[in-house]
């Protein structure tokens, strides 16, 4: 089996150096500048509940040293997509399973989806069609990311906690391909169940993500704050109230109440999201795929989200002020 993690930061840098201690799997990485000098060097080290291995694996700056793979792990955030795209061509070959360890909605959120909505694009993710022309999303396996990572230094993984990665084809079908790759994270280390009913899931984690990273984003508060402050939990509950309405227009069963959810939240504790980070950093922001796209998915449904709608205006100037979003 052949696998390449494209983008191994944090949580790519993760699961691949898990696949390559086990052994079972041909693992390449692709990375670039200092972490991908890092690694060519000395190997990727994977720091995780007191220990330190260090992993030989193999490490390239471009997809033309890889070649054709059996699965190609994305764990790049989703405004890189239209760009990296191109940049995987590559690597897919007639077989090739395209794993999309992405946050947010994804572009392939309606392929495979039964109703009035399949075959429909996402346009906050997937601008012009220009993802899925490159990424097409018959080849999309989901995968919603649970453990939590850090790139302290190039070539270094700081595994924080976590072991799950969910697995589920867009149909809902039990394909060897997602069955095998199921095996492989298994047989590394990993939790990974194969879920018939991906989005369900994939929404219980975007449900926190599209209330707790915006406002974090524009009160600096860490996520302790946002839920256990009154008029900022007030707020976080009505936009999941909203995004809630939506889903469950698309087909979504939630299994836990927002309370549940929002408590889950508050369980991490001080925590600064990846959103509020990446604009203290001056990294382009997650603003579309985790509420943009909700917004525009209101809209497809004519549900009303208003508070969603006023924290994504907020966000998007925030954003933009910062030179954290697009023109």
Request: glycine share 10%; net charge neutral.
């Amino acid at each position: 089996m052949k696998i390449c993690v494209f983008g191994a930061g944090a949580i790519g840098g993760l699961m691949a150096a898990k696949l390559a201690a086990k052994g079972e799997a041909e693992v390449t990485v692709i990375a670039r500048g200092p972490h991908l000098a890092a690694m060519q060097a000395k190997g990727l080290k994977l720091i995780s509940e007191g220990t330190e291995t260090v992993v030989p694996v193999r490490a390239v700056a471009a997809a033309e040293e890889a070649g054709p793979q059996d699965y190609v792990i994305v764990t790049l955030k989703a405004h890189s997509l239209p760009g990296a795209g191109q940049q995987m061509q590559p690597l897919i070959g007639p077989e090739t399973a395209i794993v999309s360890a992405v946050n947010g909605v994804p572009w392939w959120y309606f392929h495979g989806l039964a109703g009035p909505y399949e075959g429909r694009r996402v346009e906050s993710v997937d601008p012009g069609g220009v993802v899925s022309a490159l990424l097409p999303p018959a080849r999309a396996v989901g995968c919603i990311v649970y453990p939590a990572a850090d790139v302290p230094e190039p070539g270094v993984i700081q595994h924080t906690y976590g072991d799950r990665f969910t697995l589920g084809e867009p149909d809902g079908s039990r394909s060897e391909r997602v069955n095998a790759l199921a095996a492989a994270l298994v047989a590394a280390g990993f939790k990974a169940p194969v879920r018939p009913r991906i989005r369900d899931e994939l929404w219980v984690k975007l449900w926190g993500n599209m209330a707790f990273n915006p406002l974090s984003a524009l009160t600096s508060a860490t996520l302790d704050v946002i839920t256990g402050e009154a008029e900022l939990r007030a707020v976080c509950r009505q936009m999941m109230l909203e995004g809630q309405a939506v889903a469950e227009k698309l087909g979504v069963r939630f299994a836990i109440d927002v309370d549940k959810r929002i408590a889950g939240g508050a369980e991490v504790g001080a925590h600064k999201t990846s959103m509020l980070q990446d604009l203290e950093k001056g990294r382009p922001m997650e603003v579309d795929a985790l509420l943009g796209a909700v917004v525009e998915l209101a809209e497809m449904v004519d549900e009303q989200t208003p508070t969603c709608r006023t924290v994504l205006a907020l966000l998007r100037t925030r954003a933009r002020l910062a030179g954290c979003y697009g023109p």
